[in-house]
């Protein structure tokens, strides 16, 4: 399961993060991945939850080379910066998209996809 964290600088996707981390049972600290880019932390469940940040990654090529898919797949992966990995984090996903409006409130919308359905 991937979460891509959508949103520009500075609107909450790490704060977001760490929340869904703490809900998914993670109980150390989560700090942003900028530079290590990923991050595995253990839940309550078998099912590691990774922490990635893309914000370094220039397009979907220097994604590739980073060859993470597999690292995702039986993971709960939170990832903010998703565009930046192109169309690779598209299937079966879920996308939180962070916006902040003008009195530094944020307005966040959610959206299902799984490439099998098209949905």
Known sequence: MVVRLRGELGTGKSVFARALGSALGVQEPMPSPTFAIIHEYRGTGEVPVLHVDLYRIANSE?????ALDELLDGAIAIVE????????LDS???????????DESRIIT??????????
């Open 110 to 119: 959610m959206e299902w996809s799984d490439a099998r359905t098209g949905h």
């Open 62 to 66: 220097e994604y590739q080379l980073l």
């Open 81 to 88: 910066w998703p565009e930046r990995a192109g169309a690779a």
């Open 92 to 102: 079966r996903s879920v996308t939180v998209t962070i916006g902040r409006e003008a």
